[in-house]
Protein backbone atom coordinates (compact mmCIF):
# COMPACT_ATOMS: atom_id res chain seq x y z
CA UNK A 1 0.00 0.00 0.00
CA UNK A 2 2.93 2.70 0.88
CA UNK A 3 4.35 2.22 -2.50
CA UNK A 4 0.88 2.67 -4.37
CA UNK A 5 0.63 5.76 -2.22
CA UNK A 6 4.16 6.66 -3.13
CA UNK A 7 3.03 6.00 -6.77
CA UNK A 8 -0.22 7.79 -6.10
CA UNK A 9 1.14 11.41 -5.28
CA UNK A 10 2.64 11.61 -8.55
CA UNK A 11 0.04 10.51 -10.95
CA UNK A 12 -3.63 11.28 -10.22
CA UNK A 13 -6.43 10.27 -12.43
CA UNK A 14 -9.69 11.55 -11.52
CA UNK A 15 -12.83 10.56 -12.77
CA UNK A 16 -15.61 13.37 -12.77
CA UNK A 17 -19.57 11.98 -12.08
CA UNK A 18 -22.13 14.87 -11.83
CA UNK A 19 -25.05 13.67 -9.43
CA UNK A 20 -27.78 15.96 -10.57
CA UNK A 21 -26.06 19.22 -10.16
CA UNK A 22 -27.05 22.59 -11.45
CA UNK A 23 -23.29 22.67 -13.24
CA UNK A 24 -22.05 25.22 -11.62
CA UNK A 25 -19.72 23.02 -9.96
CA UNK A 26 -19.13 20.77 -13.12
CA UNK A 27 -17.82 24.49 -14.94
CA UNK A 28 -15.57 24.85 -12.13
CA UNK A 29 -14.02 21.64 -12.46
CA UNK A 30 -13.65 21.90 -16.18
CA UNK A 31 -11.99 25.28 -15.86
CA UNK A 32 -9.10 23.34 -13.93
CA UNK A 33 -8.46 21.35 -17.45
CA UNK A 34 -8.04 25.42 -19.43
CA UNK A 35 -4.57 27.15 -19.55
CA UNK A 36 -5.04 28.89 -16.55
CA UNK A 37 -4.63 26.29 -13.83
CA UNK A 38 -3.62 23.19 -16.40
CA UNK A 39 -3.85 20.69 -13.13
CA UNK A 40 -2.14 18.17 -15.65
CA UNK A 41 1.54 20.18 -14.87
CA UNK A 42 0.75 18.75 -11.05
CA UNK A 43 -0.05 15.10 -12.61
CA UNK A 44 -3.55 15.51 -11.96
CA UNK A 45 -5.80 14.00 -15.21
CA UNK A 46 -9.01 13.59 -15.64
CA UNK A 47 -10.31 10.14 -17.10
CA UNK A 48 -13.04 9.22 -19.27
CA UNK A 49 -13.86 5.71 -17.23
CA UNK A 50 -14.21 5.08 -13.34
CA UNK A 51 -12.15 2.19 -14.23
CA UNK A 52 -8.75 4.09 -14.45
CA UNK A 53 -9.79 6.63 -11.90
CA UNK A 54 -7.82 7.00 -8.27
CA UNK A 55 -10.13 9.67 -7.48
CA UNK A 56 -14.39 9.85 -7.72
CA UNK A 57 -15.21 13.32 -7.81
CA UNK A 58 -18.66 14.11 -7.47
CA UNK A 59 -20.84 16.87 -7.84
CA UNK A 60 -24.76 17.60 -6.85
CA UNK A 61 -27.46 16.93 -4.29
CA UNK A 62 -27.44 12.48 -4.76
CA UNK A 63 -31.14 12.32 -6.15
CA UNK A 64 -33.18 9.14 -5.76
CA UNK A 65 -32.69 8.14 -9.37
CA UNK A 66 -28.92 8.53 -9.52
CA UNK A 67 -27.91 7.33 -6.01
CA UNK A 68 -27.90 3.47 -7.36
CA UNK A 69 -26.04 5.02 -10.10
CA UNK A 70 -23.17 6.43 -7.66
CA UNK A 71 -23.07 3.52 -5.45
CA UNK A 72 -22.70 1.22 -9.06
CA UNK A 73 -19.45 3.89 -10.25
CA UNK A 74 -17.89 3.54 -6.67
CA UNK A 75 -18.13 -0.24 -6.85
CA UNK A 76 -16.51 -0.30 -10.44
CA UNK A 77 -13.58 2.24 -9.28
CA UNK A 78 -10.64 0.30 -8.31
CA UNK A 79 -10.20 0.13 -4.80
CA UNK A 80 -8.42 2.19 -3.49
CA UNK A 81 -10.47 5.08 -4.43
CA UNK A 82 -10.66 8.03 -3.15
CA UNK A 83 -13.84 10.00 -3.30
CA UNK A 84 -14.04 14.30 -2.98
CA UNK A 85 -17.32 15.45 -2.81
CA UNK A 86 -17.68 18.83 -4.49
CA UNK A 87 -19.66 22.08 -3.40
CA UNK A 88 -22.05 22.43 -0.73
CA UNK A 89 -24.73 20.25 -2.36
CA UNK A 90 -22.66 16.74 -1.43
CA UNK A 91 -22.67 18.33 1.60
CA UNK A 92 -25.91 19.35 3.26
CA UNK A 93 -28.25 20.29 -0.10
CA UNK A 94 -27.52 23.72 0.04
CA UNK A 95 -30.64 25.16 -2.20
CA UNK A 96 -31.90 21.71 -2.86
CA UNK A 97 -32.01 20.72 0.89
CA UNK A 98 -35.67 20.34 0.81
CA UNK A 99 -36.55 18.87 -2.83
CA UNK A 100 -38.65 15.87 -3.22
CA UNK A 101 -36.15 13.96 -5.42
CA UNK A 102 -32.82 14.39 -3.07
CA UNK A 103 -32.11 11.31 -1.64
CA UNK A 104 -32.47 12.32 1.88
CA UNK A 105 -28.63 12.21 2.80
CA UNK A 106 -25.36 13.86 2.38
CA UNK A 107 -23.01 12.09 -0.26
CA UNK A 108 -20.88 10.18 2.80
CA UNK A 109 -24.35 8.04 3.50
CA UNK A 110 -24.42 6.92 0.00
CA UNK A 111 -20.82 6.15 -0.19
CA UNK A 112 -17.39 6.63 2.01
CA UNK A 113 -16.35 9.98 1.16
CA UNK A 114 -12.56 11.15 2.29
CA UNK A 115 -12.60 14.87 1.89
CA UNK A 116 -15.53 17.70 0.82
CA UNK A 117 -14.44 20.46 -0.43
CA UNK A 118 -17.28 23.04 0.22
CA UNK A 119 -18.76 26.02 -2.11
CA UNK A 120 -21.24 27.28 -4.29
CA UNK A 121 -19.10 26.65 -6.48
CA UNK A 122 -15.91 26.17 -4.81
CA UNK A 123 -13.08 27.77 -6.91
CA UNK A 124 -10.72 25.96 -8.88
CA UNK A 125 -7.66 26.87 -6.86
CA UNK A 126 -10.26 25.51 -3.32
CA UNK A 127 -10.75 22.37 -5.43
CA UNK A 128 -6.67 21.63 -6.18
CA UNK A 129 -5.98 22.61 -2.64
CA UNK A 130 -8.52 19.94 -1.17
CA UNK A 131 -6.99 17.52 -3.59
CA UNK A 132 -3.26 18.07 -2.15
CA UNK A 133 -4.32 18.02 1.15
CA UNK A 134 -5.72 14.95 0.90
CA UNK A 135 -2.90 13.59 -1.20
CA UNK A 136 -0.93 14.88 1.90
CA UNK A 137 -3.14 12.60 4.20
CA UNK A 138 -0.96 9.21 2.47
CA UNK A 139 1.83 8.12 3.71
Given amino acids: ?????????????VFHASASPCNNC???ILDLITPGYDIERFGMKL???VRHADVLLVTGIVSHKIAPRIKQLYEQAPKPVFVVGI???TIGGATFKQSYNRAGAPL?????????IPGCPPKPEAMIDGIVKLLGTLK
Wanted: proline letters at 3%; aromatic letters at 12%.
Fill in 1 to 13: MAFYNKIIKKSIW
Fill in 26 to 28: DIE
Fill in 47 to 49: VGS
Fill in 87 to 89: GTC
Fill in 108 to 116: DKIIPVNAF
